[in-house]
């Protein structure tokens, strides 16, 4: 039996919430303190390591693609050390199960890497496992006063509760987002946790709109252009959480667009 197939649905507004960057403060410290490291050390950059730290943080956090899949990260960051600094074995093979797989999770990779018939390619998949499990454990060992909610947040996830369903739908490691929800009492506001291992937030937000919610019912809260265009895809509206204005963000969802205000509530076109 799936996640959605033992949901139980309760009203008839769905409330879709990401949460790195959007309920949770950790967005700059997960990445600058364990991405970016761990694959550092993973692949031996340690000659170049200030330049392609700063270029991951760009990738990962200061621009557009803010929010990316860990996967689909690593393998832009790859794909351009090996055309900067030095050849990555298998990086082709990376970009293109980033860009094809349906799941990208560390069950997905190690299903890749298994299959692989290719001997760089399986190096390569095996690699950005590892990596991705350094990852977990380093984001286990940080300090839990990084780890904390936006203010206003929490707020705004029981105005959502009071009259929608509310999901969170994240590109996280199941583990650590469970972990630090249920710490501050947010899991308790939230009707079903959708992470990295269920698939694509677009996928994950397809697969609720199956359950019986119109789609002008379902709104996507983000940070993030990929949460807009996970949006957009399924053709629901969307909320952002601007960056270093996350509080006010979370003030006006609560007091302007809660319940239901389609003129705050906008779609991504």
């Known amino acids: 039996m799936s996640i959605f197939d033992s949901f139980n649905k309760k009203h008839d507004y769905l409330i879709c919430v990401d949460s790195d960057g959007c309920v949770m403060d950790t967005m700059n410290c997960k990445h600058f303190n364990c991405f970016g490291p ?14 392609i ?22 393998a832009t960051a790859l794909k351009e050390i090996d055309g900067k600094y030095v050849k990555i074995k298998g990086v082709d093979a990376l970009v293109h199960w980033a860009d094809t797989a349906p799941a ?27 990596w991705s499990k350094a990852v977990n454990a380093a984001i286990v060992e940080l300090d839990e006063s990084l780890k904390i909610p936006f203010e206003g947040a929490k707020e705004g996830l029981a105005a959502a509760h009071e009259f929608a369903d509310v999901a969170m739908v994240s590109s996280a490691n199941r583990d650590a987002v469970e972990e630090e929800w249920g710490k501050f009492g947010l899991l308790e506001l939230t009707d079903v946790v959708l992470a990295q291992d ?14 019986g919610y119109k789609a002008e019912n379902v709104l996507m809260i983000g940070d993030a252009l990929g949460d807009c265009e996970a949006a957009e895809k399924n053709g629901v509206y969307y909320y952002p959480i601007l960056v270093n204005h996350e509080k006010a963000s979370w003030d006006e969802a609560v007091s302007t667009a809660f319940p239901i205000n389609y003129n705050v509530w906008i779609r991504c076109r």
């Open 38 to 51: 761990c694959m550092v050390r993973e692949w031996g950059l340690e000659a170049w390591e200030a330049e």
């Open 198 to 211: 269920i698939g694509s937030k677009a996928a994950c937000i397809a697969a609720m709109l199956k359950l």
């Open 104 to 130: 990208l999770s560390n069950d997905g990779v190690l299903k890749a890497a298994n299959e692989a018939a290719d001997e760089d390619a399986r190096l390569i998949l095996t690699k950005a496992l590892s």
């Open 53 to 74: 730290l700063a270029r991951w943080n760009e990738i990962n956090l200061f621009s557009l693609t803010r929010g990316i899949n860990r996967f689909k990260g690593l």
